[in-house]
């Protein structure tokens, strides 16, 4: 389907869906996009983000669900008002087989994640 992207492999990270090891297919993923876990097994996905605007505190949400979309918020993490990518928090969380995942950014820009098999 149109604006779903899927997560495929046994060990992920940026850019290796030719290689066959798997694929975050935006990284960064998108604000709002839909994504899937299409593995055999869980996955733990790590996005390190920072605030977009200097002195102004930035917020990450995170929702999974077994459908798209994702409607089950698991994380709401507010992001240091400090700017630029050498000063990250980093959010990180568990999604079933299957299961849906999507973000949801305000003043705040993720980096590449990593996606590791649970």
């Given at each position: ?5 899927v ?38 996905i ?73």
């Amino acid at each position: 389907m149109a604006g779903e992207n899927v997560i495929g492999g046994n060990h992920l990270s940026a850019g290796q869906r030719d290689r066959g090891i798997g694929v975050l297919t935006d990284n960064p993923p998108v604000s709002g996009t839909a994504y899937q876990n299409t593995t055999t097994n869980s996955v733990i996905i790590y996005l390190p983000g920072y605030a977009t605007t200097s002195g102004t505190a930035g917020q990450i949400q995170v929702y999974i669900g077994p459908a798209n979309p994702p409607t089950s918020q698991i994380i709401n993490q507010r992001i240091g008002p400090s700017t630029g990518a050498g000063l990250n928090d980093t959010v990180h969380f568990h999604v079933p087989i299957e299961w849906w995942w999507s973000i949801t950014l305000t003043n705040a820009t993720l980096q590449s994640g990593v996606v590791i098999i649970d």
